[in-house]
């Protein structure tokens, strides 16, 4: 009991504080996505309420968690079963937008200003879960996109870092195939308590995160190489990112 | 009326190009600002001004309520859409022409907005998804057709390792089992499909975590098995195929492998046989394991016979990493039989035969006060290693909430092994022999209460035994060694146990009744040998007879991460036994309590752990040989000599860290303590100079290791530097036979040097060198002092995926003060392999050599003593292959 009240608590000041306008739908809106990130399946949850909207991904429950390098084995888990899981937090349109992302190290909370993608709109329609949606294409972060957004959802937001189409956008696909964002559920109302672990953090630029991630990148490929057998070589290249121009030349 | 509409449609073309670029540089602005009905700024709604076809001209999403529309291209008449989710849309038609530069400001009011929930049932195919606990992988996704086996394929995947033993490991755990089609056709001896099913046959494969092999106890029992499952391409009723391997080459060396598989809904089917004499795939027998409750075979390593003669020799590493002079013989034949829809069987045959030899020559060169002689000595060893292993199991779902599984092993092992030593002054002959037999059952019952209890009942019978025999002779029949040893076991086991599951904790309870028959032998007799291979003259008989009946009750209780074991047995033990040096006692009955509380604790960078156990416990010769019964002569019954009833409490601490991203070092500390509360005999001296101490060891009484690693990894020339260094400190107390306590102190420091290149080439070059320092001191016997020191280089081509060429040079030098002696050893190992693939045809080319030679000098009270021996293997091989399937 005690929880949930602070929870309404917590949750009734974020609502009071978020600035601009009345709410939208008291309940919220919860948007599932299928994701495909290179060779990774997962599935993202967007969370939209007022002007502000939390996605998250690859989080985990908290007894799965397991991340150890064990000397003698010779065994090195990569905490990939993290409870917090990665998200992205955006404020109002045009606004700040908070990121929890990790190098192979470590994770970073990363604050920047929700992008501008230059859009272009396209006349091609199709329908995704009963909803009319257009078409538009652009360029963010060293992959270009395809996305497909549902005028009939006036909220230009979208998976993870993408919005800005006048419409929430359904479906989202890059050009190589390596990078995906599919519809799978929307459904009225979120958990009260998603919006609790946003917008509070000191978060590092994007440039300064881009420096960490090529440095971990570098180490660990040095290190595992230092491992492995004769034969082995870890290929650096064929580290994934969604957001591709992290990855220094 | 033609003529007209030509010059109609001249005007207007003429008219488009003369006016177009002043329509293209026709700009107007919309600007506007959005509240909601009480006059609140309104960020994010979208602004769509669209033409009077319902196209798009622009758009905006309105930041702090404002917004900002702009076009170039466009005059007539358009519409502005204002749209926010739960506010009423606004439309305003706008007349948008040349220069138009205007501010709007729009009011949405409230609505009841009425969002449609859906959600999208469509399919969708990944390379990898992962669904609950498993993870599927679209093997086409990450094959590039050089693969032969799964093996091979697994090696790709991500999340996967195989290791150079063929253990598969997913996400740095081993797995238990690989199934076929969901079809558990192998059990646990995981290799038959990892190494023999051809890579080209399957689909899928999937990684399934937190596997439990009885689903009766799913959502009762955590399970942390990983297993994985076959998906095959052809799903057709019998989809039988066959593939077949022929290798041909120089001095009549063969590599044939042909394997069958068949997949249907009622029978799946295996079957592979391999014979090679150029030393792969001899692997398959263990040594003499006894086996424990309910064991299934195991295809695992090599029969490896422990030499008394010389226990360190790089050469070890050629005869287990590549045999080249010896020749195998090995079939599995498997079977997974669905008899109805409540039952299954598995039927199981497999054998090994092979032929090891080694041969290898030394010149021995003796100097004392001026005077020399040379001994030229040849060494011969044939090892024939035979096994053959059986398995019938089934699998029987009595009732909705009942499961009985039956499980028959057999196993039938023998080996031989002759060595012999001639030269031109002494001859040796030594021989060796081991028979073994196994065989059990075991029956088990689980059903299910409710869906967080149940109660298993177990029954197990296990038969075997275990016969040896061991001669060294010489030429004449003057000196001569014998050993004759033989265990056999009769072992019955009935259990039942209650299972509990509390949301993330465990509890269980359980009673066990063993009973336990053990027949023991051993004879030695020991003639008069003078050579370094003997320590004088002994004869020893043990032999006896055991029988343990024991009822147990455990108690096992997990919460957070501790773990609490606590188990109350009665025991009651007859021993008879024709040693007189024993003081073994008949009838004897007592209660063994055991205890054990462990707690871990992890965070991103540093573990620790913390392990206390206590036992009381009953210490007999089975404990001390627990799994080999090749004992050594020189120690068997010199040092094995009180045996009785013991506490024993063991600690153990850990501390480890690691930060290889930051800081690119690891490092662990660890503390070790057991003590007895009655000496137990200890069966050899500790000799920290031939032993890493790394590993811990309990020979004495009171045992303490203190260990500590640090590793450091340094990013230079294009490459990394790795430093390691261990260091280990023990101390324990221990009797040797009947003598007074002794003391003893050993330390142990190693060190390495390590680079490896990271070159964006296909060459890569591994350079580095290990060094090691021991001490050795008691307080009976001069401090020993030893270090060595270990070279290595390695050098791997690799143009492209089909050629290799590789090249391992490793080599060896000991000193040591106790007996003044330098060994050196180098090894030299090359490699080269071309395949061409062509549709399922692959035809490849494969060539190697192996040099090694090892040089010795020892200074032995005023004579010196020089050897140098060069192991004779079949240094070169060049196979011609073809492979083809149907």
Do not use: M, W
């Given at each position: 009991m005690c929880i949930w009240i602070l929870s309404s608590i917590i949750l009734n000041v974020l609502i009071l504080d978020s600035?601009?306008?009345?709410?939208?739908?008291?309940r919220g809106i919860t948007v599932e996505y299928d994701i495909k990130l290179s060779d990774v399946q997962t599935t993202g949850m967007l969370f939209l309420k007022n002007n502000r909207s939390v996605f998250e991904w690859l989080k985990f429950d908290s007894n799965e968690v397991s991340s150890k390098f064990n000397k003698k084995k010779g065994k090195f888990k990569i905490?990939?079963?993290?409870?917090t899981g990665k998200f992205v937090c955006k404020k109002e349109h045009g606004k700040e937008m908070f990121s929890r992302n990790r190098t192979l190290s470590k994770y970073y909370y990363i604050k920047e200003k929700i992008p501008s993608i230059p859009w272009d709109l396209k006349q091609d329609e199709k329908v995704i879960g009963g909803y009319e949606a257009h078409k538009a294409v652009g360029a963010f972060r060293g992959r270009s996109y395809t996305v497909w957004y549902t005028?009939?959802?006036?909220?230009?937001n979208g998976p993870w870092k993408l919005g800005g189409v006048p419409g929430l956008i359904l479906e989202a696909k890059d050009n190589v195939g390596e990078v995906s964002f599919q519809l799978k559920k929307i459904k009225k109302n979120?958990?009260?308590?998603?919006?609790?672990?946003?917008?509070?953090k000191k978060g590092i630029s994007w440039e300064e995160f881009r420096e960490r991630f090529n440095d971990s990148i570098d180490r660990f490929a040095r290190y595992m190489e230092s491992r492995m057998s004769g034969e082995a070589k870890v290929n650096i290249n064929g580290i994934f990112n969604i957001e591709k121009s992290i990855i220094k030349e | 009326m033609k003529l007209k509409r030509s010059i109609l449609f001249f005007f207007q073309v003429m008219a488009i190009l003369v006016f177009f670029p002043l329509m293209v540089h026709a700009q107007f602005t919309i600007k506007g600002y959005v509240t909601d009905s009480e006059g609140d700024e309104l960020g994010g709604a979208t602004v769509v001004l669209k033409d009077?076809?319902?196209?798009?001209?622009d758009y905006d999403i309105t930041t702090s309520g404002n917004f900002k529309i702009q076009g170039t291209d466009y005059d007539g008449t358009s519409l502005l859409n204002v749209r926010f989710l739960g506010y009423q849309p606004i439309v305003d038609t706008l007349k948008i022409h040349e220069n138009l530069a205007i501010t709007k400001k729009y009011v949405l009011q409230d609505s009841s907005y009425s969002l449609n929930e859906v959600k999208v049932t469509e399919e969708i195919s990944w390379e990898v998804s992962q669904k609950g606990d498993t993870t599927s992988y679209n093997v086409s996704g990450f094959?590039?057709?050089?693969?032969?086996v799964v093996e091979d394929v697994l090696k790709k995947l991500p999340g996967f390792q195989v290791t150079d033993k063929g253990n598969v490991l997913f996400k740095g755990e081993n797995i238990k089992k690989i199934l076929i089609e969901g079809g558990d056709l192998f059990g646990e001896s995981y290799k038959i499909p990892s190494k023999n099913?051809?890579?080209?046959?399957?689909e899928n494969i999937e990684a399934i975590e937190n596997?439990?092999?009885?689903?009766?106890?799913k959502g009762i029992k955590d399970s942390d098995l990983t297993i994985v499952n076959l998906q095959l391409k052809d799903k057709s009723l019998f989809n039988p195929s066959l593939n077949n391997s022929l290798k041909y080459g120089y001095s009549d060396y063969y590599d044939i492998e042909s394997d069958f598989i068949m997949t249907g809904r009622i029978l799946k089917n295996f079957t592979v046989v391999n014979g090679n004499?150029?030393?792969?795939?001899?692997?398959i027998t263990s040594g003499h394991n006894i086996p424990t409750e309910g064991i299934l075979p195991q295809k695992v390593d090599a029969i490896i016979f422990e030499s008394?003669?010389?226990?360190?020799?790089?050469f070890s590493d050629i005869e287990k990493r590549r045999m080249n002079d010896n020749s195998v013989w090995s079939g599995s034949f498997n079977n997974l039989i669905k008899l109805d829809d409540k039952s299954k069987a598995r039927v199981k045959y497999s054998f090994l035969s092979g032929k090891n030899k080694f041969h290898e020559n030394t010149q021995k060169n003796y100097l004392l006060n001026q005077n020399s002689f040379s001994v030229n000595e040849e060494r011969k060893l044939i090892q024939k290693p035979f096994k053959h292993v059986g398995q019938l199991y089934i699998d029987y779902n009595v009732f909705k909430n009942g499961k009985i599984r039956m499980n028959n092993i057999f196993n039938i092992s023998s080996g031989s092994r002759i060595r012999s030593i001639n030269s031109n002054i002494y001859t040796y002959t030594e021989d060796l022999s081991n028979n073994n037999l196994e065989y059990s059952t075991n029956l088990e019952y689980t059903h299910r209460l409710t869906s967080k209890s149940a109660l298993i009942a177990r029954a197990s019978y296990l038969f075997s035994s275990h016969d040896q025999s061991f001669e060294l002779r010489n030429s004449d029949l003057s000196n001569s060694l014998t050993q004759e040893n033989g265990i056999g076991h009769d072992y019955i086991n009935i259990s039942g146990k209650y299972l509990l599951s509390l949301g993330s904790d465990e509890f269980s309870i359980s009673g066990k009744y063993t009973n336990r028959k053990r027949d023991f032998s051993s004879t030695i007799t020991e003639g008069k040998?003078?050579?370094?291979?003997s320590v004088g003259n002994y004869i020893n008989n043990i032999s006896s007879v055991d029988e343990t009946t024991a009822i147990k009750g455990e108690y096992e209780y997990n919460i957070n991460s501790w773990k609490f074991d606590f188990n109350l047995g009665y025991v009651s033990k007859r021993f008879n036994s024709l040693d007189d040096r024993n003081d073994l006692r008949n009838n004897i009955q007592y209660l063994e309590p055991i205890l054990s509380f462990r707690k871990r604790f992890l965070d991103s960078q540093a573990e620790w752990a913390f392990n206390y156990s206590y036992k009381k416990d009953f210490i007999d010769i089975g404990e001390v040989y627990?799994?080999?019964?090749?004992?050594?002569y020189r120690t068997l019954g010199k040092g094995l000599n009180k045996v009785s009833i013991v506490s024993k409490h063991t600690l153990l601490g850990i501390l480890s860290y690691s930060d290889?991203?930051?800081?690119?070092i690891t490092a662990s500390l660890s503390l070790f303590h057991s003590s007895h509360d009655k000496a137990i005999g200890s069966i050899s001296i500790y000799e920290p100079a031939i032993n890493n101490i790394s590993k811990v060891y309990t020979p004495g009484n009171k045992n303490t290791n203190i260990g500590l690693s640090i590793d450091k990894y340094v990013d230079v020339l294009r490459g990394t530097f790795v430093i390691t260094s261990n260091f280990s400190w023990f101390e324990y107390y221990n009797y040797i036979n009947d003598l007074a306590l002794r003391h003893n102190l050993a330390s142990s420091s190693k060190y390495s040097l390590t680079y490896r290149t990271d070159w964006d080439t296909p060459v890569d070059l591994e350079v580095g060198i290990n060094y090691r320092i021991s001490k050795y001191a008691s307080d009976k016997t001069s401090d020993i002092n030893s270090s060595s020191i270990f070279p290595l280089l390695e050098i791997v081509y690799k143009p492209t995926s089909k050629f290799l060429i590789s090249i391992d040079s490793k080599s060896y030098q000991y000193f040591s003060n106790s007996s003044n002696k330098i060994d050196s050893m180098i090894l030299i190992d090359s490699l080269l392999e071309y395949k061409y693939l062509k549709n399922k045809l692959s035809f490849s080319v494969k060539g190697s050599n192996l040099l090694g030679q090892n040089k010795f000098k020892q200074q032995i009270n005023g004579y010196y003593y020089t050897s140098v021996t060069s192991r004779k293997v079949r240094s070169t091989s060049i196979l011609f292959g073809v492979e083809f399937s149907f």
């Open positions: 600035g601009s306008g009345q709410p939208i739908d008291s905490n990939s079963r993290d409870t005028p009939e959802i006036p909220i230009s979120i958990p009260s308590v998603k919006f609790t672990k946003c917008f509070a | 009077s076809i319902n196209n798009i001209i094959i590039d057709g050089t693969e032969h099913i051809k890579a080209g046959t399957i596997y439990l092999d009885n689903e009766k106890l004499s150029i030393g792969e795939k001899g692997v008394p003669i010389r226990k360190t020799s790089i040998l003078t050579d370094t291979l627990p799994n080999n019964i090749l004992l050594d290889i991203f930051d800081k690119l």
